[in-house]
């Protein structure tokens, strides 16, 4: 069990490109959330998915953002046409639901995404 | 909508003391989960700390405790034993039943730890 893997952990861009990043979750975890987090703030949930399924999005999830998560593994969080705004650390957290009500997120580093 | 207010930016303490991080939230939900993370220098965010709203005992986890009031909804986290390693932000979280995990976070606490 090696975590929750990001990719990449650092992005620097410049306004009106496009970027994507990588979330490994911990192997079998069923369920895998996207979370945004900028200077002096704490994370904001962004959206999740549950195995293949993106089960909610956030208002904060503009028409620029997609998020997939293919056979439900892996997940990928794009942004199109970035925004200086956009720059941002995103989170990936992963989770095991098995019918239990106690919940427990597995957090990886981030990803920094810089827009110049 | 559900906030969490966290009024202290910046803590210190000294090594071997005992430090409280204080948290207050709002929230129209009865049951709820409140939770403290923490988050160092390599930002990954780890659980210090869960309580379910509905257990009147306060949780503890080795050397970290919390003393949670519902009819005042605050929630604050004691950090016995202070050791280095504790230094990091320190953020509260709220959710509430049956929303999965889409945590409402504060704005976080800076930890120093000083010898």
């Known amino acids: 069990d090696t975590g929750v893997s990001q990719n990449p952990r650092h992005k620097i861009t410049k306004r009106g490109q496009n970027v994507t990043f990588r979330c490994d979750p911990i192997s079998e975890h069923n369920r895998l959330y996207w979370y945004r987090q900028t200077l002096g703030q704490g994370p904001e949930f962004l959206t999740y998915f549950q195995n293949e399924a993106q089960l909610e999005k956030s208002r904060l999830l503009s028409d620029r953002f997609s998020a997939e998560r293919p056979k439900g593994s892996f997940s990928t969080l794009e942004i199109q046409r970035t925004e200086q705004g956009d720059s941002a650390m995103y989170l990936c957290?992963?989770?095991?639901?098995?019918?239990?009500?106690?919940?427990?997120?597995?957090f990886g580093s981030g990803t920094q995404l810089s827009v110049l | 909508a559900q906030t969490v207010t966290q009024s202290q930016p910046e803590m210190s303490v000294q090594e071997a003391e005992t430090v409280t991080l204080s948290c207050t939230y709002d929230?129209?939900?009865?049951?709820?989960?409140l939770f403290w993370y923490k988050q160092p220098p390599s930002r990954q965010m780890i659980l210090v700390i869960r309580q379910e709203a509905y257990k009147q005992q306060n949780a503890t986890e080795n050397r970290f405790s919390v003393n949670f009031q519902k009819a005042a909804k605050s929630f604050s986290l004691k950090i016995s034993d202070s050791q280095l390693g504790d230094a990091a932000m320190y953020f509260c979280?709220?959710?509430?039943?049956?929303?999965?995990?889409?945590?409402?976070f504060g704005t976080g606490t800076r930890l120093q730890v000083t010898l």
């Open positions: 957290a992963s989770s095991l639901i098995s019918g239990a009500t106690n919940e427990k997120l597995f």
């Open positions: 979280a709220y959710r509430a039943t049956g929303t999965a995990s889409k945590l409402t």
């Open positions: 929230t129209s939900e009865s049951d709820y989960y």
